[in-house]
């Protein structure tokens, strides 16, 4: 697998809302053990780990997208 295909592979997790989906993803592109290191998160050690830090991200509220009021 080139490091293209890789990347490819680790992106598609970024994109998938199932968490057990977005495991998988990462497991095509990742080893069991995977390290992520996030300056504001810290070390992130095993796919469940990274999953949920995607997940986490796709959860939060965009930054200036707040709901608009429709009274």
């Given amino acids: ?4 295909e890789v990347l490819v592979l680790y ?3 970024w994109f ?3 968490r057990d989906q977005r495991i ?3 497991r095509k592109a990742c080893t069991e053990d995977i390290l992520f290191v996030d300056p504001q ?5 095993g ?3 990274v999953a949920d830090m995607i997940g986490g991200y796709m ?3 965009m930054e200036g ?3 608009e009021d429709r009274e």
């Fill in 1 to 4: 697998m080139t490091p293209e």
């Fill in 24 to 26: 998988e993803a990462l």
């Fill in 16 to 18: 998938e809302r199932d």
């Fill in 65 to 67: 997208h707040e709901a």
């Fill in 41 to 45: 998160l810290g070390r992130l050690h």
């Fill in 47 to 49: 796919l469940e780990a």
């Fill in 11 to 13: 992106g598609r997790a």
């Fill in 59 to 61: 959860n939060a509220p």
